[in-house]
Nanobody
Framework: QVQLEESGGGLVQAGGSLRLSCLAF????????FGWFRQAPGKDRESVAAITWRGSGTDYADFANGRFTISTDRARNTVYLQMNSLSPEDTAVYYC?????????????WGQGTQVTVSS
């Protein structure tokens, strides 16, 4: 069982930055997979980035490449999403999720989400 708590969302102007944090509780293992997802009003949820707990296997959506960075801090049991050069199109609720091997199509564990609003 993994429990996740996101924080770090808020209101930021276009061009600004935010760092989201996902505090993970549970017996975490090196090959556990963590992902950030987002859902904007009226749109489907989409993947943003993913990483293993050991810090390898990073993967980014095209819109996130070059602007967002996913990382882990195992000493703090935290997964981060650093977001730079934000635009109003990045406005969404951002969710942290976790999955354990064997990986399924869907992540098994989800946080409650944190709102990110980017003003123009």
């Amino acid at each position: 069982q993994v429990q996740l708590e996101e924080s770090g969302g808020g209101l930021v102007q276009a061009g600004g930055s935010l760092r989201l944090s996902c505090l993970a509780f549970g017996n975490l293992r090196p090959d556990d997979r963590f992902g950030w997802f987002r859902q904007a009003p009226g749109k489907d949820r989409e993947s943003v980035a993913a990483i293993t707990w050991r810090g390898s296997g990073t993967d980014y959506a095209d819109f996130a490449n070059g602007r967002f960075t996913i990382s882990t801090d195992r000493a703090r049991n935290t997964v981060y999403l650093q977001m730079n050069s934000l635009s109003p199109e990045d406005t969404a609720v951002y969710y942290c999720a976790a999955d354990r091997p064997p990986y399924g199509f869907e992540f098994d564990y989800w946080g409650q989400g944190t709102q990110v609003t980017v003003s123009s």
